[in-house]
């Protein structure tokens, strides 16, 4: 009993009475937030390992009074979350808490410079589906399609005592049978396409598909691997990206509420 009197004192309440609101605390790596400082970004092109970031040229250097300068920008669905670039350019980049960074649409997961706007759902592209069937209870299976397991133990923590996802009826199903879509995680093998494929075709219709993961939405470190297939992904729509290496519970759990209007 005492022991457990020290645990609550250091940790406090590890139950999250509302998701929607929590803090996490730590090392946490959310949205990014790229400064205007203006400086050479060759060097910080360089750094990241997915070539998530980018410099967009917005003018050019002809004449003496016209200076060529670039945009930079970061895209979630390649990041890796390692946190270098902020690392060696506090100045320019930095990472908050904002664990909202999950979107159904795929170009507003690319953060550019000086824009600290959160990160929302285009309302849009939701199918109308979604609200009149999934809206007070969501079953999903979960695929690993070729996934580190990292992901994996997130999602599952998702529906722990800290998360319980449960109160709000989403739950991960054992058979696709049973399920309203699949999230898929990792950069989809070759071994896997197919029984993804399998695995997404047995589940009823209208379903949904949940990227989580940077493996998942690019491929992340593996985009470029002759061991992985994604043309899965180019046949289907996708409902829902989920950014992050790996997902943290409150992102999964935030982006499929507000996906389905919960929130």
């Known amino acids: ?9 250091h940790q406090g309440k590890q139950y999250i009475p509302d998701v929607t609101t929590a803090i ?35 003018g050019s250097g002809d004449d003496e009074n016209h200076t060529a ?16 670039c902020a690392s060696r350019f506090p100045e320019k980049i930095r990472f908050t808490k904002d664990y909202k960074i999950s979107s159904n649409d795929r170009s507003r997961l690319i953060i550019r410079e000086g824009d600290d706007s959160p990160i929302i759902m285009n309302s849009e592209l939701i199918r109308k589906e979604i609200h009149r069937l999934f809206g007070k209870s969501l079953k999903l299976r979960q695929v690993s399609a070729g996934g580190d397991n990292s992901c994996e133990w997130e999602l599952n923590a998702s529906n722990n005592v800290q998360f319980d996802m449960s109160r709000f009826g989403i739950d991960f199903v054992a ?19 197919e029984p993804l494929e399998i695995c997404y075709n047995a589940v009823p219709d209208p379903k949904i598909i949940i990227l989580a993961g940077t493996d998942a939405i690019s491929g992340g470190i593996f985009a470029d691997s002759p061991a992985i297939n994604r043309h899965f992904l180019s046949k289907y729509p996708i409902d829902l990206y989920v950014p992050g290496n790996p997902v943290h519970p409150l992102t999964f759990i935030n982006g499929v509420l507000d996906l389905l209007r919960k929130v």
Do not use: Y
């Not at 009993?1 to 004192?9: G, P, R, S, T, V």
């Open 69 to 84: 300068q670039s945009l930079v920008s970061i895209d979630l669905g390649k990041c890796t979350f390692c946190g270098e």
């Open 24 to 58: 996490v605390p730590g090392i946490f790596r959310g949205r990014p937030v790229i400064s205007t400082v203006k400086f050479d970004e060759a060097e910080l092109l360089e750094i990241c390992p997915t070539k998530a970031i980018n410099a967009t040229a917005i």
């Open 1 to 9: 009993m005492l022991e457990n009197f020290k645990i609550m004192w």
């Open 175 to 193: 058979s696709p049978r049973h399920a309203d879509g699949i999230v898929i995680t990792g950069p989809i093998s070759e071994n896997m396409a």
